[in-house]
């Protein structure tokens, strides 16, 4: 492991990466048992103390991200290495991709960014990760660019399940969760005919939110367990996003949106309403992340009133995919010594803020030896519903030379929403395909 060298006065940060769970379920079963403001772009920092490094930390805030949260990680390490300072970039808009993209163009490129896959695809926008800190993580979370490595891995989320209030099911005459497709639209059918609304949608602002249920939970298990290799055949032309296994499963989503299965108002709720509205229970069921089972954990919401189910699928695909996260030094710090100390430092070098890391948002380590905290029993059913599941990679977070291109992901995104809001699928998708070749030859020519 690299040792970083300080001047006199900082202490070198001692190296303790913790290994993966493989399998990632199973083991993450092992370890259940066993157991403030900040910057946007625009603000300008203070006058620096005499020979202090500041770095800029490029981080989103949602509901479990709280300022709080990125706050006591600065504190941490401020505390541990003086003479350095964090300063906080609030990543703001419904694109974190396009929020960093401005900030290159404007020349206020941050230090550190988090959420950097994206960006990454363009030569020389971030700097080289040393080998000696990617040491620490497992070869199959550490992608290559161009034969580059410059993403440092930090965790991985587990993608979209279907929660559901059990006392409406209950009084929609709904015993059992469904394990078909069939079934599932047979609950669907019951709730509506009991006078519910069976699902909650999201929109708004966050782009994301409208697809990410369906695409995540049902869509992605579809297109891979047709076509393992999804990702290179469609970057090579081998395959189009009109596949009749995409347009049909799209179709499918279609199908609940236009029998008035999901909430009028979903396009009009952020993220955060969205979930709010459901937890009040304006809809019985809402396919959302794992982060929403340890926020509603954390609340104190139980198991008897809220459940979560793995969505079925048409084809009755068993699989489930998981996001890597990662982060990166800009090429243009000026500290990159310092800006690698401190990433090391939050992503595993200091355990219990590893593990708060993690358990803020209900994602799991990467690292070679496992890093675990104690989960509460929504998160906890969670996990075990995976069970007998493969995991397979998710299409649009795919890093390194496979993934889609630079820009491609924020399109699909709004034309999900186009999709959601009325438009026909074909027509939509055979878009998909136009635009992946444009950003494919930029790209190309970017290199």
């Known amino acids: 492991m690299q040792k970083y060298s300080r001047k006199a006065g900082k202490e070198d940060t001692k190296v303790m990466w913790k290994k993966i769970m493989k399998p990632v379920i199973s083991s993450l079963l092992i370890a259940v048992m066993a157991a403030g403001c900040g910057k946007t772009g625009e603000d300008a920092a203070g006058p620096p103390e005499e020979d202090e490094v500041i770095l800029t930390w490029a981080v989103f805030e949602t509901d479990n991200y709280t300022a709080d949260v990125w706050q006591h990680i600065i504190d941490t390490y401020e505390a541990d290495n003086l003479g350095v300072k964090i300063e906080k970039v609030v990543m703001t808009g419904d694109s974190r991709p396009q929020f960093l993209k401005n900030m290159l163009a404007s020349g206020n490129m941050p230090d550190i960014n988090i959420d950097p896959a994206d960006l990454a695809k363009t030569d020389g926008v971030y700097a080289e990760v040393p080998e000696e800190l990617l040491a620490g993580y497992e ?205 090391e430092y939050v992503l595993g070098g200091n355990k219990e803020i590893y593990q708060y890391y993690l358990k803020a948002d209900g994602t799991y380590s990467v690292t070679k030896e496992p890093v675990t905290y104690e989960m509460g029993p929504i998160q906890t059913e969670f996990i075990k519903n995976y069970e007998g599941y493969e995991l397979v990679p998710e299409i649009m977070k795919v890093a390194g030379d496979m993934a889609v291109p630079s820009g491609f992901e924020d399109f699909t995104l709004r034309s999900l929403q186009n999709i959601f809001a009325g438009a026909d699928v074909k027509e939509e998708l055979s878009t998909w395909d136009a635009e992946m070749e444009r950003l494919k030859t930029a790209e190309e020519g970017g290199r």
Not at 202 to 222: L, R, Y
Not at 267 to 274: C, E, G, M, N, V
Request: charged share 25%.
């Open 139 to 343: 070869e199959d979370v550490i992608p290559t660019y161009n034969g580059k490595h410059t993403l440092i891995p930090a965790y991985r989320a587990l993608r979209a399940q279907c929660y559901y209030h059990k006392d409406q099911f209950r009084e929609a005459g709904i015993t059992e969760e469904p394990e078909t497709w069939e079934e599932f639209l047979e609950v669907c059918r019951k709730l509506k005919d009991a006078g519910k609304t069976p699902l909650m949608g999201a929109g708004s602002s966050d782009i994301w939110a409208t697809g990410f249920g369906f695409w995540t939970g049902v869509a992605n298990s579809e297109i891979m367990a047709r076509y393992p290799d999804f990702n290179e055949q469609i970057r090579n032309g081998r395959l189009s996003w009109t596949d009749p296994v995409i347009t049909d499963t799209l179709n499918e989503w279609k199908k609940l949106i236009d029998a008035g299965y999901y909430h009028k108002g979903s396009l009009s709720f952020s993220s955060t309403q969205a979930a709010g509205e459901f937890k009040s229970g304006a809809a019985a069921m809402y396919m959302d992340g794992a982060w929403s089972a340890i926020s509603y954990d954390e609340e104190g919401i139980t198991t008897e009133e809220i459940g979560v189910f793995v969505m079925p699928v048409p084809s009755g695909a068993k699989t489930y995919c998981t996001m890597p996260q990662y982060w990166a030094v800009s090429e243009s710090c000026k500290n990159k010594e310092e800006a690698f100390r401190f990433c």
